[in-house]
């Protein structure tokens, strides 16, 4: 099974990935007793799961508010010079900076996608021209503040 392949799965192995995308510290003997399973057959289906590359990794969702980043933006980057060195050079630039939360290289009016995390938008002001607007190759930039956010279960929302 090659990552991706989520229609292979089983009902078991969908109803796991299903709970663990909600909770992923559930054990395998929660989810064994859960699902009708021992424990060790828990853990080989959500080991093999790993392995597979239906899970690409375990993470902790951090509060950004809660620890003094109150203010969340996205920001459009149009590249002003384009090629395989502007970019990585760009890459590695924006990757340095500890406010930028995720850098994803878009097709479409823009060439990345950040998202940024500041404290105000007096702290965002600074980060976005002391750090972000002196990056190698930065052109246009536009900036979308965030009002709200709310986590929806995508397409396993569907099964």
């Not at 246009?140 to 929302?157: D, F, I, K, T």
Request: with cysteine; charged share 25%; glycine share 8%.
């Amino acid at each position: 099974m090659s990552a991706g392949s989520f229609n292979e799965l089983d009902e078991t192995d969908r109803e796991i990935v299903c709970a663990l995308a909600a909770d992923a510290t559930r054990s395998a003997g929660a989810l064994g007793r859960d699902l009708g399973l021992s424990q060790p057959a828990a853990w080989r289906r959500i080991r093999r799961l790993h392995e597979n590359g239906v899970f690409s990794g375990r993470r902790v969702d951090l509060n950004a508010e809660a620890l003094g980043f109150g203010v969340t933006v996205f920001l459009g980057i149009k590249l002003a010079s384009k090629g395989r060195v502007s970019l990585e050079d760009f890459e590695r630039a924006v990757t340095a900076i500890p406010e930028v939360q995720t850098v994803q290289h878009v097709l479409g009016l823009y060439d990345y996608r950040l998202r940024v995390v500041a404290r105000d938008l007096s702290d965002f002001e600074r980060v976005l021209r002391r750090r972000i607007m002196t990056l190698p190759s930065v052109g246009n930039v536009e900036a979308n503040v965030l009002l709200s956010e709310e986590r929806l279960p995508g397409p396993l929302g569907a099964l």
